[in-house]
């Protein structure tokens, strides 16, 4: 900002008395004065703008400054966040990936244990079958033994019948000693069950040593009191009904009988084996056993 132009007076010569002089000069030395001051005050305001200038650059720049740590920092900050952000996601896509294979190994893990079992049942299947299968081999074979062993039956059943038949028609018939009351009569072993196959009686068969004491037979007791093995002959003693009878000198294959108050029909003794001390026979007995009012 330049100097104040200063003004410029033109003085006229003097033409009256002196006492303008003094005036001007005042006048002047007011002039000055104000110059001054205005300059003064100029300055003044030039310094105080300056200074505000100053302070107002100050003021910006360290706001600029303060804005630039603040941009700093919040970039800072953001870049932090980003950071963490990329870090989370990279540990979760880790995760996700170990999770995934783990998920893998255990799906592996299952299709195997899957395949093992499904192995396994068809091992147990496949044993199950073959077993099945032997076993079926097994009854097929047995069923052809089986149906040949019924053949076999069926031909020796024919054959017994045959046989029992045959020995049925050789059986003695006898005459008891009561009412001329005649009966089949079994000499042998073959020839009791033969009558057993009739079914006409019930038959008991038994052995009696000579004793004192009775031997019980179906519903009877029987004791030898004599025997002579050479003549085939015996003397026996039976009790029924709380009565006892002697059956004297008696010989092998001959019905002895008897009534009880049990049936109508009597009882038969037949006595096939005359030995030393010991006698071998059997007793039929009726198959219906109704009461007949008295022996």
Do not use: C
Request: proline share 4%; aromatic share 4%.
């Amino acid at each position: 900002m330049g100097s104040p132009q200063q003004p410029t007076y033109i003085i006229p010569p003097p033409s009256g008395p002196n006492w303008k002089t003094p005036l001007l000069i005042g006048a002047l030395v007011l002039l000055g004065a104000s110059s001054i001051f205005q300059f003064l005050q100029l300055e003044k305001v030039r310094t105080e703008s300056k200074a505000d200038m100053t302070k107002l650059s100050t003021d910006v720049n360290a706001a600029i400054e303060r804005m630039k740590i603040d941009s700093n920092d919040q970039v800072a900050q953001s870049r932090h966040s980003v950071e963490s952000l990329q870090t989370a996601l990279h540990q979760q896509q880790l995760q996700a990936q170990a999770a995934v294979g783990q998920a893998k190994v255990d799906a592996q893990r299952k299709v195997e244990a899957l395949k093992a079992q499904v192995a396994e049942e068809q091992k147990v299947q496949e044993a199950a079958i073959s077993q099945v299968k032997a076993t079926t081999d097994t009854n097929t074979t047995q069923l052809a033994s089986v149906n040949k062993d019924v053949g076999d039956v069926k031909t020796d059943l024919g054959s017994t019948k045959s046989q029992l038949e045959q020995t049925i028609s050789n059986l003695k018939r006898a005459t008891g000693e009561l009412d001329s009351h005649s009966s089949l009569i079994a000499t042998n072993a073959g020839e009791l069950k033969a009558l057993r196959e009739l079914g006409e009686r019930n038959y008991a068969e038994f052995t009696i040593n000579k004793s004192k004491e009775f031997t019980r037979v179906a519903d009877v007791s029987i004791a030898l009191k004599k025997v002579d093995p050479k003549r085939n002959r015996f003397t026996i003693e039976i009790t029924a009904d709380d009565k006892t009878v002697e059956k004297k000198d008696r010989t092998v294959n001959e019905p002895i009988q008897f009534y009880t108050s049990k049936a109508r029909q009597p009882y038969e003794i037949v006595i096939n084996s005359v030995k030393k001390d010991t006698i071998a026979g059997y007793l039929a007995t009726p198959k219906v056993t109704t009461g007949r009012g008295g022996a």
